[in-house]
Nanobody, 125 residues
């Protein structure tokens, strides 16, 4: 049984930083990523990484601010979030896909096979 366990998150002022971690167990994943969901909004793609190659695919609005990295040996993924804005406030979910995903498919949440429980990120203005 595969499992994703998230850690990190919390409350930070605008301009601050937070780090989220996701520990995967039970399976080896081709792609891991982060989605977020703000109150009253749909879940949206944030960033993904193709685990073997280390290629990252960030959403335009987080480029230069958010960095995803993976540690294959530990089967973990980390999301470093800098220069946070109030509009980044959401529940952040770690996601993992067994099969390779490419292009725009990376941003489709239903293409991911496993999900973490979610962690709250709140950015105050």
């Amino acid at each position: 049984q595969a499992q994703l366990v998230e850690s990190g998150g919390g409350l930070v002022q605008a301009g601050g930083s937070l780090r989220l971690s996701c520990a995967a167990s039970g399976r080896t994943f081709s792609v891991m990523g982060w989605f977020r969901q703000a109150p009253g909004k749909e879940r949206e793609f944030v960033v993904a990484i193709r685990s073997i190659y280390g290629i990252t695919y960030p959403k335009d609005s987080v480029k230069g601010r958010f960095t995803i990295s993976s540690n294959s040996a530990k089967n973990t993924v980390t999301l470093q979030m800098n220069s946070l804005k109030p509009e980044d406030t959401a529940v952040y979910y770690c996601a993992a896909a067994l099969r390779p995903l490419y292009g725009s498919v990376l941003s489709i949440w239903s293409r991911y096979d496993y999900w973490g429980q979610g962690t709250q990120v709140t950015v105050s203005s």
